[in-house]
């Protein structure tokens, strides 16, 4: 019994839906509008946020510490983008037997497409900061 209120529930809904679907299918007078032509200019704010100001040199302060390197792309938006450069291949004090390496993200950045105002959407790899890890060893060295 539960079965059949349930297929009758069932073929109720699709029937009612489909008769919603047809109605305003109908009653559209004209088509949707095509997607906008890529004529319309992006603006995009370059202020930093208050939170990335309370922390204040994080960059110097690490045991990984790094300086920030500037690139500027004119076609570009975000324009300018900054990259973590680590100022040494070691960590410092108590750990200078650790590396230094850089920690990477992928930052969305658009690009223009030849002379026109259209941009391309794309993915560009950043290092946004360096951090301490152990050296890489040769596992054959190693004995079991």
């Known amino acids: 019994r ?8 069932s073929l109720q809904i699709t029937v ?14 004209k088509p949707a509008p095509p997607p906008p032509a890529c ?3 992006l603006a995009f704010s370059s202020e930093l946020p208050s939170s990335s100001e ?13 300086r ?21 291949s070691s960590c410092s004090s108590p750990y200078p ?16 497409r030849d002379a026109s105002r259209c ?3 794309s993915f560009q790899t950043v290092a946004v900061g360096c951090t301490c890890v152990r050296p890489v060893t040769n596992p054959a060295s190693t004995g079991p």
């Open 16 to 29: 009612c839906c489909s008769a919603l679907w047809v109605v305003s299918s109908s009653t559209r007078v």
């Open 39 to 41: 004529d319309s200019m």
């Open 119 to 121: 941009f391309a959407a």
């Open 68 to 88: 920030w390197r500037s690139s500027t792309v004119k076609n570009r938006i975000p324009s300018t983008l900054w990259e973590a450069e680590c100022t040494s």
């Open 54 to 66: 309370e922390h204040g040199n994080i960059h110097s302060q690490s045991l990984s510490p790094w």
């Open 97 to 112: 037997d650790l590396n230094s390496v850089p920690v990477y993200q992928n930052v969305l950045v658009l690009n223009r």
């Open 2 to 9: 539960f079965s059949s209120t349930c297929s009758l529930l």
